[in-house]
């Protein structure tokens, strides 16, 4: 199908006219009036469903007529029953302190397998990269002896952990599951925005909204070969069982969380149950003679594997916060002498720090002699005497980011600022020029979503999942999806406002390989591991409030 024969929008702003009685009936694509209008925020943005003049791109034709099909009452309509969906499951995630339902917009993002092809290497080709980094930055640190990254770089990162020296994993492997956020730029190119390393979190909402959006819109995974991503704990558990020692037949693998008053719990659960391995506390474990056992209702059980998903402050009360309730005392002792193993590994938090992701590029070169093959945004770092200048003179033009702010916080756009506001903002970045980078403001692609009664285009990024088993690295097809649901925000967090969309991968159209609605449901996986794990005594609110800090790496 050329051009000439693909389905496009009106001109914005302009409407058909219509008799008495077309008037009562929904006109087709209705919802999509004034969609492309020039005066809407970021107008120059790349646009995910249309092109400038309005023509539907080739990879949502199928779904453009679906959805142009449907009256503002259906769209309506489903677009409840999702919400009702997530509120039935409890897919949640806290804001302000309080839980509530994660948004899920009815339109889909649509990704060609091309193009998915290129991402997957892409990030495969990071994993691959940062893991020889980490690797090397708590061994012989042979990338600073040459220079190819500075020293101070490393020794000034808040979350370089020397307590990780002597801590070597049996397989190589540290990242067993990292997240990549890209952003799409205005000519369309995928960036890295940041990398993900120590605790990433959201895969529980790709596979949530797969399994809503397959039961409010069945008739259009019936159109598309969209390809499934149920399987994702099926290569998890297998990464996991790979991380164990070798000398381990039946490694027993537990995941650890900080409990039911952290914001990502509902996912910690999901995932310990679709693996078939026990959901545990901190104050369900022990450590003796550098050993770490589970207390079950059978007696102790030595754990081979813990995937934690908290942070390494609160890991090992020992090495690190004292006072912390939710880890484990001599865990790292454990790690260090190989008899248990901790995912993701204590210390991967100096790789994905926003400075040291600046880097990566030279990384990539450095240990794989390749060419990066996903470019990271354009980004100034403070700390380089002529880039801060840069800064310092364009800073009203810029997006200012602290190093170790996450969740949206903390960023000022230099465009929105106040005089004031950029005033204050150069005193601190003066004040600690390691703590900041600035970056152009990117125009984040766009995708249309559900605003009312209509569909508006909103700006969205991506979190892809990979999985690493120390043979080979899993990306699983599709990733994350955050949408910025309020009008020209490009923030994308759900903790400033933002959604999420299900993220469609099309299967190339030789694949022989299941589809979506294939799959067996989610949730058929059986439960290897009978266990269960003893409970302990209340929770104090001291030891609440450390399950909400210990945040393990919340996308929102």
Not at 9 to 38: C, E, I, M
Not at 188 to 202: A, I, W, Y
Not at 260 to 277: D, I, K, P, Q, T
Not at 306 to 333: C, K, Q, W
């Amino acid at each position: 199908m050329n051009n000439n024969s693909a389905p496009r929008l009106p001109p914005a702003g302009r409407r058909p006219r219509a008799t008495t009685s077309a008037r009562r009936a929904a006109k087709p694509g209705a919802q999509f009036d004034g969609y492309l209008s020039p005066s809407r925020p970021h107008a120059g943005a790349y646009d995910e469903m249309f092109t400038a003049d309005g023509t539907v791109r080739q990879p949502y034709r199928a779904l453009y007529e679906s959805i142009s099909a449907l009256t503002s009452a259906d769209l309506t309509s489903r677009s409840a029953a999702i919400d009702r969906a997530m509120v039935d499951q409890g897919i949640t995630f806290s804001l302000s302190g309080q839980e509530r339902p994660f948004p899920l917009d009815l339109v889909p993002r649509v990704i060609t397998s091309s193009e998915w092809s290129k991402l997957e290497r892409g990030v495969a080709q990071r994993v691959r990269a940062l893991e020889a980094f980490l690797a090397d930055v708590y061994g012989d640190r042979q990338i600073l002896r040459e220079g190819v990254l500075p020293r101070r770089l490393i020794t000034s990162c808040e979350h370089f952990q020397r307590e990780a020296f002597g801590i070597n994993p049996p397989n190589g492997v540290r990242i067993h599951v990292s997240g990549v956020d890209l952003v799409r730029d205005e000519e369309g190119t995928f960036r890295v925005l940041e990398d993900n390393l120590r605790n990433p979190s959201g895969v529980s909402y790709v596979m949530e909204n797969r399994r809503t959006m397959a039961r409010v819109f069945p008739d259009l995974f019936a159109q598309h070969r969209v390809r499934p991503v149920g399987d994702y704990a099926s290569h998890l558990l297998r990464a996991l069982r790979a991380a164990a020692a070798a000398n381990v037949a039946d490694p027993m693998v537990v995941v650890l969380t900080p409990g039911v008053h952290n914001s990502a719990y509902f996912e910690h659960s999901l995932l310990a149950r679709l693996m078939g391995v026990e959901l545990v506390e901190g104050r369900d474990m022990f450590c003796r003679d550098n050993v770490v056992y589970l207390r079950t209702t059978e007696g102790e059980r030595q754990v081979d594997v813990i995937y934690r998903r908290i942070d390494d402050e609160f890991l090992d009360p020992v090495h690190y916060r004292p006072d912390s309730v939710l880890g484990v005392a001599g865990i790292l002792n454990a790690a260090r002498a190989g008899n248990v193993v901790v995912a993701n590994a204590v210390g991967n938090g100096v790789g994905d720090d926003k400075l040291v992701y600046t880097y990566v590029p030279e990384m990539v070169k450095y240990y794989l002699n390749e060419k990066p093959l996903l470019p990271n945004v354009d980004t100034f770092r403070c700390w380089l005497p002529d880039e801060f200048d840069h800064v310092m003179q364009h800073m009203d033009e810029l997006v200012i980011k602290p190093v170790e702010g996450s969740g949206g916080y903390g960023i000022v756009f230099g465009p929105d600022a106040t005089q004031a506001e950029l005033t204050a903002l150069k005193r601190k970045v003066r004040a600690n020029k390691r703590g900041w980078i600035a970056q152009p403001v990117v125009q984040l692609s766009t995708v249309p979503s559900k605003v009312d009664a209509r569909l508006a285009p909103r700006h969205v990024d991506l979190r892809p999942f990979a999985v690493n088993d120390g043979k080979e690295i899993f990306v699983l097809p599709g990733g994350l999806t955050r949408v910025a649901l309020p009008e020209g925000s490009l923030v994308v967090n759900s903790s400033q406002g933002g959604g999420s969309k299900d993220t469609w991968v099309l299967a190339p159209r030789s694949s022989t390989a299941e589809r979506e609605l294939e799959r067996p449901a989610l949730g058929a996986l059986s439960h290897v591991d009978g266990l269960i794990a003893e409970q302990g005594p209340e929770l104090t609110t001291t030891q609440q409030q450390q399950q909400q800090q210990a945040q393990g790496g919340s996308p929102c």
